[in-house]
């Protein structure tokens, strides 16, 4: 890469991790994952380590956590806030108690002060006289913002301390933060409780922050006046005759392994914690030693956060539902104890099939490691049996859909097996666990596309039997849901509006809506251009004609057998005769002239004013066509609004051209 492109990646990561500050710090609604966002930071720090003349004021190498609001008063720390490094492994470990030898110049037997590394808010609070003067924030670590009306509010904080030993002068620092339990009734408002506790703190009014119960443990301190105390873990015994509270969990061990057995079990527990924990903070536990240690720029040499993994957490099964889909599969799904899985709230977890659960022998009341990664629904990976009690018993599958429906496990004639899902078979819409997901994916994006009507709004209608087949979509009584709460004259009309716009879809999309199993939008797609007009579908379908799909190259029997075993429910049929005799359904006329034949698409990120579905059949309107993954077919990678690092850097690395929405507008005119 020439340096001025260098120059430029690293200014793209540096704004990237700008905006996802502000989003954090100022808006306390960040967009990407703890993960995500450590991952840009350390694409950074690799950028600088590897180029040396990438320097920048803004880098997360020079700064810490993000500039005060603009909304508080300022104050300078008397004493910096730093933050820690983080370890993930035995070898980071070894590897930091290697750089304090080094250090120090010898090596030595030491002691580690272990405690809960809380995830919530830092702050500061300082005391003169034993009287609370002023709480602070963390800010960029160098200026904090003036919280202390908010921090009073805590029951937690003392505000006059008379203890005689208390130290004339001190700042006292922990970690503000919200009770998983208390989270429970805010987890619409925000993503995990340190948001929650993030957002009652740094309000205006300090009535508002009273609202939300928030909790503080101290841990540790800033400025100390006269330190007359040797040790970590005694000035945590002090902080308590202080009246402050401390961790329950802080433990003091002398070597690595040690270090490890206890965050190994701790990891597996911690799902049971009152508050979230994102790993353990080892100090070293002589102050002394931790003074002749000092700092680097950004963390103390003697303290390390050794850190939880983001893409799993134990947690224990306290239920098992099922769920039935579109297509009859009964899913069944594992209700956890909630626990924060890289920065997210989790508390439902897949168990696939009756085949994985049985597999792995999951129970209710099993401890089980989750994992939730990217994109990815949370699943139950393995059951941690020695935790285990001795009174569980295997879960029976029901072998009953919760509709009443005996349920089926299909024989695969290719793989000579039965299914590993078990099946309501689809009578039509009288499963009506089926039918509410029919109605789902039939106003779904890329099938009606029905604006205003989400799958909430579904299910609410579902409940007060306003609609039980697709067609009553048509047919809604808007001046009754006009009276609804929530609903509104102006949310009323913007429904009708997008039910009325719905009526005129293209013959692909129609069939792609009638959710036939194996039916997907390809296939749909080729079903479309082979029959050209709803009235043939329909005749075909009509005159049992199915083999005739079988001229179609890319329909094969699974799909016939599919379309077959839909039209002989009777039902089937006449609702999707009813439908086309009430929609606009268009012919397919395949444009194979238009500006972007030859050219394939892909898109990341969010487009402004449009929906994937909508810009995709622009494109295809223009004979162009989108493709799903970055390979070297692919011609353009169009950007949206936050993109996926990972696709934006395979198309550089294979040379694909990279377009803004505007750009790519541009290529229709
Ligand atoms: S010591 C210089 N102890 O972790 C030492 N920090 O990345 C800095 N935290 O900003 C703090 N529990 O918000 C310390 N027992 C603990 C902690 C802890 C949580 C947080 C704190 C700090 C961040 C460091």
Not at 54 to 80: D, E, I, M
């Amino acid at each position: 890469m020439r340096e001025s492109d260098i120059k430029k990646l690293y200014k793209n990561k540096l704004n990237e991790l700008k905006k996802h500050n502000k989003n954090y710090f100022d808006k306390n609604s960040p967009t990407i994952s703890d993960k995500d966002y450590d991952k840009i930071k350390l694409e950074i720090f690799d950028l600088e380590k590897k180029y040396t003349f990438l320097k920048s004021p803004y880098s997360p190498s020079s700064s810490l956590g993000y500039p005060p609001s603009k909304n508080f008063v300022k104050s300078n720390h008397r004493v910096k806030m730093l933050s820690l490094s983080n370890a993930f492994n035995k070898d980071d470990l070894v590897n930091f108690e290697k750089r304090i030898f080094n250090f120090l110049n010898k090596k030595i037997e030491v002691e580690y002060s272990v405690e809960p590394k809380i995830d919530g808010i830092s702050a500061s609070l300082t005391y003169k006289n034993g009287i609370l003067i002023i709480g602070t924030s963390r800010g960029d670590g160098t200026t904090g913002e003036v919280i202390t009306e908010n921090l009073k509010t805590i029951d937690d904080i003392p505000h006059i301390i008379k203890d005689k030993d208390f130290p004339r002068d001190i700042d006292i620092r922990g970690e503000v933060f919200i009770k998983k339990s208390d989270f429970e009734n805010l987890k619409s408002n925000f993503a995990n409780p340190r948001n929650a506790a993030s957002g009652s703190l740094r309000q205006k009014n300090p009535e508002q922050t009273k609202k939300i119960p928030l909790n503080f443990i101290a841990y540790t301190f800033g400025f100390f006046k006269n330190k007359n105390i040797n040790k970590q873990s005694e000035f945590l015994n002090s902080l308590k005759k202080w009246g402050f509270k401390t961790s329950e969990h802080n433990k003091v061990f002398k070597t690595i392994n040690d270090l490890e057995i206890f965050h190994k079990k701790f990891e597996k527990d911690r799902f049971d914690l009152e508050y979230d924990v994102d790993g353990l903070v080892y100090k070293i536990n002589s102050l002394e030693l931790q003074n002749r240690l000092g700092f680097t720029a950004n963390s103390p040499r003697w303290a390390i956060a050794h850190k939880f993994s983001a893409d799993s957490a134990y947690s224990k099964i306290t239920d098992i539902n099922i769920q039935v889909g579109r297509t009859g599969a009964l899913t069944p799904v594992a209700r956890i104890k909630p626990v924060n899985i890289g920065g997210v709230v989790v508390s439902n977890a897949t168990l696939h099939n009756e085949d994985e659960i049985i597999r792995k022998d999951i129970r209710l009341g099993d401890t089980v490691k989750v994992e939730r990664a990217g994109d990815v629904i949370p699943h139950v990976v393995l059951v941690d049996l020695k935790k285990r009690k001795k009174e569980s018993k295997k879960f029976v599958f029901p072998k009953k859909c919760p509709c009443g429906f005996d349920t089926i496990k299909e024989f695969n004639k290719f793989t000579k097996k039965y299914d590993a899902v078990r099946r309501c078979p689809d009578r039509g819409f009288e499963c009506e666990k089926i039918a509410v997901e029919k109605i789902k994916h039939f106003i779904s994006k890329e099938a009606l596309n029905i604006d205003g009507l989400g799958k909430k709004v579904v299910e609410n209608f579902w409940n007060l039997k306003l609609i039980r087949y697709p067609q009553d979509i048509f047919n809604l009584d808007y001046a009754k849901i006009s009276k609804f709460d929530g609903w509104g004259d102006l949310s009323v009309s913007n429904l009708k509006y997008s039910i009325d716009q719905s009526k005129k879809v293209s013959l692909d999309r129609f069939i792609y809506s009638i959710g036939i199993r194996h039916i997907g939008i390809e296939n749909a797609k080729l079903l479309a251009e082979y029959t050209k007009s709803i009235t043939n579908f329909l005749n075909l379908i009509k005159n049992k004609k199915f083999n005739e799909f079988l001229n179609i190259d890319g329909i094969g029997e699974t799909q016939i057998n599919s379309l077959k075993k839909f039209f002989e429910n009777k039902s089937n049929y006449k609702i999707i005769e009813k439908l086309s005799s009430m929609l606009n359904i268009s012919d397919l006329k395949l444009n194979k002239d238009g500006k972007l034949l030859n050219n394939t698409f892909m898109f990341t990120g969010k487009l402004s004013n449009m929906s994937r579905a909508e810009a995709k059949s622009l494109i295809e309107e223009n004979s162009g066509s989108v493709v799903s993954s970055v390979n070297k077919k692919l011609k353009y990678l169009i950007i949206g609004e936050k993109p996926t690092t990972r696709k934006v850097e395979q198309a550089k690395e294979l040379g694909i051209k990279i377009l803004s929405q505007k750009e790519w507008l541009n290529l229709l005119d």
